[in-house]
């Protein structure tokens, strides 16, 4: 099951995109592998820390995140029922 990116950074689900920011930063530092040599679950907690940030600090990715959960990348790219939602990256929508 998919971590929720919200709980990863610690912040709440309205959270502004500064709160977002303090949060990686914070959690980044904590977990960084420089400071954690030889710590595999703190290089792991780093990866997800990475990968919540990456998607929450962009507005069209946290969007879609928030309306499809994890599954929101394979709705993005049309791999999931009812096809593309459109590119979820620039905003562009597919019309046929």
Same mark, same amino acid.
């Given at each position: ?13 309205? $959270? ?6 303090? #949060?990686? &930063? !914070? /959690?980044?530092?904590? %977990? ?19 990968? $919540? ?6 507005? #069209?990715? &946290? !969007? /879609?995140?928030?309306? %499809? ?28």
């Amino acid at each position: 099951m998919e971590e929720d990116f919200y709980s990863v950074l610690k912040v709440s689900r309205d $959270a502004s995109s500064e709160e977002i920011q303090k #949060a990686y &930063r !914070k /959690l980044a530092a904590k %977990y960084h592998p420089d400071m954690n040599q030889g710590n595999k679950r703190a290089k792991e907690t780093f990866q997800k820390v990475q990968r $919540a940030y990456e998607v929450l600090n962009d507005p #069209a990715k &946290r !969007k /879609l995140y928030d309306q %499809y959960g994890s599954a929101f990348e394979a709705v993005a790219e049309g791999d999931a029922p009812g096809g593309p939602v459109g590119d979820a990256y620039s905003g562009k929508v597919e019309v046929e």
